[in-house]
């Protein structure tokens, strides 16, 4: 069992938490800025995440087609 499975779900109250910690860390002026940094890395991860789906799907894809017993 991994650590992450005794954390669980994030909550609104833990996220309003998180928050909180990083404008005090980063203050409000950099904010904006960390917020947009973070958006991009989520939509990198996620566009990764696709694209070895994909690749995945097209493996399978192409072994079906191959495979002589079918």
Do not use: C, Y
Request: no cysteine.
């Amino acid at each position: 069992m991994g650590a992450f499975a005794l954390i669980g779900p994030i909550g609104t109250g833990e996220l309003i938490i998180i928050l909180i910690i990083v404008l005090i860390i980063f203050g409000p002026r950099k904010l904006p800025e960390v917020a947009e940094a973070f958006g991009k890395s989520i939509r990198v991860f996620k566009k990764a995440a696709r694209d070895v789906q994909d690749e995945v799907k097209t493996e399978v894809e192409e072994k079906k087609n191959t495979d002589p017993k079918s």
